[in-house]
């Protein structure tokens, strides 16, 4: 799929982008069809800094979560922020920086919602959908449904209109939980052990702070340099 076409010809048409949307839910994987053992596992995130979008991915390997390759990309931002159709603004960015790396990771956690979203087509699953990769989706905030209380203190089932969607997983005891869902090509159970996996201690997983740190830093630098023009 060519995507910065496809954006051109939609030309932010709501109605055209929606459609857009729920076609590309039904092609969604909800299994796991990526190589085991892992072992590779990448964090992406996007920052953005005037009409710039800066797309960061951090390979880290599985077992150590050492940091093996960082990659950004910088684009023009194409997608005005408009809520549950924010991947059509992020895909672009994060494309670009994942299309550039040397090491290919097994699975991708991004830095946003999967399968769990109003229209089963958030961020991880559309980014997967595009470059056929295995996602996750780790968001810091609930975007549509219920946590269903149980027992299980690790994590909490998502139900939206009566399907499980995601789970509201506790890496930290001590913070609130992250949303966790399957972007595409992994199933549920199987994203939840992998963010546990990827999580020291923190509240959201290695690879995506790792990712995030890197968007930061290039974020932060491209200001100082706006400052430094201006004086």
Same mark, same amino acid.
């Given at each position: 799929?060519?995507?910065?076409?496809?954006?051109?010809?939609?030309?932010?048409?709501?109605?055209?982008?929606?459609?857009?949307?729920?076609?590309?839910?039904?092609?969604?994987?909800?299994?796991?069809?990526?190589?085991?053992?892992?072992?590779?596992?990448?964090?992406?995130?996007?920052?953005?800094?005037?009409?710039?979008?800066?797309?960061?991915?951090?390979?880290?390997?599985?077992?150590?979560?050492?940091?093996?390759?960082?990659?950004?990309?910088?684009?023009?931002?194409?997608?005005?922020?408009?809520?549950?159709?924010?991947?059509?603004?992020?895909?672009?960015?994060?494309?670009?920086?994942?299309?550039?790396?040397?090491?290919?990771?097994?699975?991708?956690?991004?830095?946003?919602?999967?399968?769990?979203?109003?229209?089963?087509?958030?961020?991880?699953?559309?980014?997967?959908?595009? #470059?056929?990769? &295995?996602?996750?989706? =780790?968001? $810091?905030?609930?975007?549509?449904? !219920? @946590?269903? /209380?149980?027992?299980? %203190?690790?994590?909490?089932?998502?139900?939206?209109?009566?399907?499980?969607?995601?789970?509201?997983?506790?890496?930290?005891?001590?913070?609130?939980?992250?949303?966790?869902?399957?972007?595409?090509?992994?199933? #549920?159970?199987? &994203?939840?052990?992998? =963010?546990? $996996?990827?999580?020291?201690?923190? !509240? @959201?997983? /290695?690879?995506?702070? %790792?990712?995030?740190?890197?968007?930061?830093?290039?974020?932060?630098?491209?200001?100082?340099?706006?400052?430094?023009?201006?004086?």
């Amino acid at each position: 799929m060519n995507y910065i076409p496809l954006l051109q010809e939609i030309n932010f048409s709501l109605e055209k982008a929606r459609k857009l949307q729920v076609n590309l839910s039904k092609k969604i994987i909800l299994e796991d069809c990526f190589n085991k053992p892992i072992k590779y596992v990448a964090g992406v995130d996007v920052a953005y800094v005037d009409n710039q979008s800066i797309g960061a991915v951090a390979v880290l390997e599985y077992g150590s979560m050492k940091v093996v390759e960082l990659k950004i990309a910088e684009v023009a931002t194409r997608f005005p922020y408009v809520p549950t159709l924010l991947s059509f603004r992020e895909v672009p960015p994060a494309a670009s920086a994942i299309r550039k790396l040397k090491v290919k990771p097994d699975v991708f956690l991004v830095d946003g919602h999967g399968f769990a979203h109003p229209y089963r087509l958030g961020l991880a699953s559309h980014l997967g959908l595009v #470059l056929n990769i &295995a996602a996750i989706g =780790v968001a $810091k905030n609930l975007l549509c449904g !219920r @946590i269903i /209380e149980v027992k299980n %203190k690790v994590w909490k089932p998502i139900v939206h209109r009566g399907e499980i969607i995601g789970g509201a997983v506790y890496t930290n005891p001590n913070a609130k939980p992250i949303y966790v869902s399957a972007g595409h090509k992994v199933s #549920l159970e199987s &994203a939840i052990k992998i =963010v546990l $996996k990827c999580s020291k201690g923190y !509240r @959201i997983p /290695e690879p995506i702070r %790792k990712a995030h740190a890197l968007a930061k830093k290039i974020k932060t630098e491209k200001l100082k340099r706006k400052c430094l023009l201006k004086q």
